[in-house]
């Protein structure tokens, strides 16, 4: 599976729309982008996933570039609850193995 | 995270006890896993399960066995625990059809004295 670069933390001003950024240089053509967040000791959750054009879901909108080499998460209207770390995953359609790297803690503040 | 049950929540264990962590789901998926996570860093991967009687080793299998019961229960042993393996264990489930979304349980906190 393809490795994922992230930013170790960052911060948002609540009400503002956060930006998380995600690096896949070495993604392949059948591998999706996926983006899970864990609030706090939680079981990680589901946000979003896409091959290659942008998705957009209740919770967030996935940006993937044109060449797929990396994505943004946007949470376009961040709240305090949307503190957590998110996790972005390479990996083809259903396979069997998800490997989470570290993630990028998200701080919201008020 | 309603679906997947984890038991123990919370366990206490000294040095060479051994434990069993149980994960049942209900959503009749094929997949699933067992994850632990340290304090500050992300999930690794110990064991998974593609489907009822099979098993795989993740990134971290060393010190565990797992049990593939039935479609329903996938089960994490510790035979002879060591305080490194103090940590948050979470079980997931997964199937194609749910659109690619994993479903993980509320974890198990495991210390290890």
């Known amino acids: 599976d393809a490795k994922t670069t992230q930013p170790t933390s960052m911060d948002c001003a609540e009400g503002r729309a956060a930006n998380l950024p995600c690096n896949h240089s070495t993604i392949s053509g059948n591998e999706y982008v996926y983006w899970y967040r864990q609030i706090h000791s939680q079981g990680p959750q589901y946000i979003i996933h896409?091959?290659?054009n942008n998705e957009t879901n209740e919770m967030a909108s996935l940006i993937i570039t044109e060449d797929r080499k990396s994505s943004t998460l946007i949470l376009p209207h961040a709240t305090l609850r949307d503190t957590a770390v998110y996790y972005c995953?390479?990996?083809?359609?259903?396979?069997?193995?998800?490997?989470f790297g570290q993630g990028t803690r998200l701080t919201i503040n008020p | 995270n309603a679906g997947v049950t984890q038991t123990p929540k919370f366990q206490v264990l000294k040095t060479g006890q051994s434990m069993t962590l149980q994960c049942a789901q209900d959503?009749?998926?094929?997949?699933m896993y067992w994850y632990r996570q340290d304090p500050g860093m992300g999930l690794r991967l110990i064991y998974y399960s593609a489907s009822e009687g099979t098993t795989d080793k993740g990134e971290v299998p060393n010190g565990y066995n797992v049990s593939r019961l039935n479609k329903r229960e996938f089960s994490l042993r510790l035979e002879s625990a060591a305080p490194s393996q103090t940590s948050v264990y979470f079980c997931a489930s997964y199937s194609q059809g749910t659109g690619n979304t994993i479903y993980f349980g509320e974890g198990s906190w495991l210390t290890v004295v």
């Open positions: 959503m009749n998926h094929n997949s």
């Open positions: 995953i390479v990996s083809p359609q259903g396979a069997q193995k998800l490997v």
């Open positions: 896409g091959l290659k």
